[in-house]
């Protein structure tokens, strides 16, 4: 047998990421027995869960029996930190002293969860990234900048060590500010970075405003690689990012409990590819749980790392919401994709005014439209019994004499687009929040009265 | 005369070989990454380096720099495992 590839060289592993679909599943199946073999011969939590299900590992043999499996939430993740060994609880699978890392989540939705990575886990983080920044044209000629706080979030760590494992020389920008940021990256010729959306279009502003830098003109930087928000799979926020940096800007999926679990590749195809040698993603049915294997039709994601070890994550529900694409991706790899990326949570889809809708929508809307901000604010409250919706934007100080058309346009489209109507608040430029991680554009506030 | 003549076609005829040899093992390179067998040889070597480092980690006694450097040997094995002997069997 010998594997084939049009283009050997756009493959951070050509044996895994060409392998047929059939094969990655016989591949999938074999690392799901072992993890959950893992999982319930080393953690309590795991054990017990499976026992109360009437589940013992080798009741799984295909991958249809893997719908038997029980999920894990994030409320759960909560729980289990109470337990010992402090701080992580009872999830854990390897003794203490073994773990060489801790990350935690943003908290976004909820008290942080812990996560415990050994050395191990750790290779596999940047190995899950390799892959990811290979198939976005790093290489060793790169010179990576990364503009952020190496902080107690994963967010970009991983990146960096898959950036030095593929041999790119890397720049951390940690403690810099964003104007320092900037000139580092003009004086040592930078040519790629990774950055939430909202900062990648927040560093283009600043260098134009404050230091008179037009990135596509003045800076090097010829590609972008995103995390934390949906932004880069968004065709008019990334369209925005492209223009602002004249680099291409790419998307990447992943999560402190999961791991960097999709991609999007050089081809840009719409959509972003699952690393299905490492993970197991399966679509499910919002509110039946049925499984989802066609195209077109959105599911909620539950997924399996294949590999991870210290706090392994099988069956976790993710929450996020995708969809099948229909296509292979010109570029052969035979990773699934799914459309759009993640097109919203399962917990942020929401009905106001009887209508379902997703916050991607709106951002969709607003930064397809020229002469507003990228900035933005949806304030959805309740009047009597019926749902009010704010949208705050800014419109650009130069636009002004536009004012009304660029109005009417963006209540039009957003009529189009969501089938609701809005009140809009004109903000001056620069007078909303601005985020450097994860924003928070959306505010529901009728559970709150 | 004769005999440079045919010492031109010869030559001529030598090179069109060597090109065309050079022509299909390079196409040969582009179209397939490697041989089934030239897998297995990985696979055996890697086997190999994880033996050696494991070996290295119970021969380490009271050396840290030894057992902690072998740690890390055997994590960037098993990254070489996920990537070529996990999935060698369904090749």
Sequence with gaps: MKTTSRKTDVYWNPITETLPLEQLQELQVKKFKKI?????????????????AGLKPGDVKTLE?????????????????????????????????EVTEFRQTSGTTGLPVYQPDTWQDWEWWSECWAYILYSQGYRKTDRVFLPFGYNIFVAFWAGHYAAEKIGCEVIPGGVLDTEARILKIQELRATAMMATPTYVLGM??????????????????????CAGEPGASIPATKKRMEEAWGAKVYDHVGATEIGAWGYECE??????????????????????????????RKGKIIITALDRIAQPCICFDSKDVA??????????????????????????????????????????????????????????????????????????????????????????????????????EVHPFNSLPRYEVKAKRFKDLRKHG | MKFNAFALLFGI???FGIWEL?????????????????????????????????????????????????????????????????VIDLL
């Design chain 1, 36 to 52: 959950l073999k893992w999982a319930y011969d080393k953690s309590k939590f795991h054990r017990k869960l499976y026992h109360d």
């Design chain 1, 65 to 97: 029996d893997i719908a038997k499996v029980p999920k894990v939430e994030k409320a759960m993740m909560r729980d289990i930190q109470r337990k010992d060994p402090f701080p992580y609880g009872d999830a854990l699978c390897v003794p203490l002293e």
């Design chain 1, 204 to 225: 283009a502003d600043t260098a134009r405003k404050k230091l008179g830098i037009d990135p596509p003109r003045d800076l090097t930087i010829r590609k972008i690689t």
């Design chain 1, 267 to 296: 081809e840009q195809p719409g959509g972003l590819h699952i690393n299905e040698a490492m993970f197991l993603v399966q679509l499910v049915d919002i509110e039946t749980g049925e499984m989802i294997e066609e195209p077109g």
């Design chain 1, 323 to 424: 969809e099948w694409a229909t296509d292979p991706c010109p570029c052969g790899r035979t990773f699934r994709i799914i459309r759009g990326g993640v097109v919203g949570r399962a917990d942020d889809i929401t009905k106001i005014k009887g209508v379902l809708i997703a916050p991607s929508a709106i951002e969709e809307v607003v930064r397809s439209i020229k002469g507003l901000s990228s900035e933005f604010e949806v304030v959805v409250t309740k009047k009597g019994d019926l749902d009010d919706i704010t949208l705050k934007i800014e419109l650009l100080s130069e636009e002004e004499k536009n004012r009304e058309p660029i109005l009417t346009q963006l209540k039009d489209q957003l009529r189009l687009k969501t089938n609701l109507g809005y009140n809009i």
């Design chain 2, 13 to 15: 005829y030598l090179g």
């Design chain 2, 22 to 86: 050079e022509f299909h093992f390079y196409d040969y390179c582009e179209r397939y990454t490697m041989t089934l067998r030239e897998i297995k040889k990985l696979d055996t070597r890697i086997k190999t380096i994880k033996k050696a480092a494991q070996e290295l980690k119970a021969l380490s006694g009271r050396i840290p720099a030894v057992d902690r450097n072998a740690v890390r040997i055997l994590a960037s094995v098993k990254m070489l495992e996920i990537n070529i002997s996990d």
